[in-house]
């Protein structure tokens, strides 16, 4: 061997131990914590959810005001002159389900009266206030409450208007069976 030679070997075995320490050390060492979870990503239903729902609460503005200026009932009288009780009627099940004891019962009298109207529009009304646990049941209720504002805006004598966007995003919401 030559007068480097001993340098080489005592080169190699130096790295040889360094990287067995650095082995040794990541072995040893604490794992380090999982990367951050990515931010959620907003679905179409959520994005519409919210939509719907902006959308109803701006109608919702003009239209609540002017059922308590005029009362419920009084509202419900002018929904079911104007003739929409049968859409109402398809609206509802639209929202509450085919099997809906209101539902069953509106369509069991195709005529309708105004208390199977407001019947149909505090059943809308007590699923829009409830509490839902998942996007479905919120895309249900804010539809629930877009709905009931829309009928109340077409009888509110001009007070009120829908926007179409509104009543694109109401037909978007697949129907409950």
Known sequence: MGPGGDRRRGARIT???????????????????????????????????????DLAGELYKCVGPYMQEVGGPKVAAKVYAAGRYPALVVSASSVLGSGH???LSARDNPAGSVGQT?????????????????????LLSAKA??????????VSEGRCKVSPELTAA????????
């Open 118 to 138: 407001q019947s149909l529009i505090v059943a809308m009304g007590m699923l829009g206030s409830s509490d839902a646990n998942s996007i479905r049941q919120n």
């Open 101 to 103: 004891l209101t539902v």
């Open 15 to 53: 790295a040889l131990a360094a990287v067995s320490l650095a082995f040794a050390f990541a072995a040893s060492a604490a794992a380090a914590p999982p990367p951050a979870a990515p931010a959620p990503v907003e679905t179409a239903d959520e994005t519409l959810y919210v939509s719907l729902a």
């Open 145 to 154: 409450v877009a709905i009931v504002a829309t009928e109340i805006a077409g």
């Open 170 to 177: 109401i037909a978007r919401v697949p129907p409950e069976p």
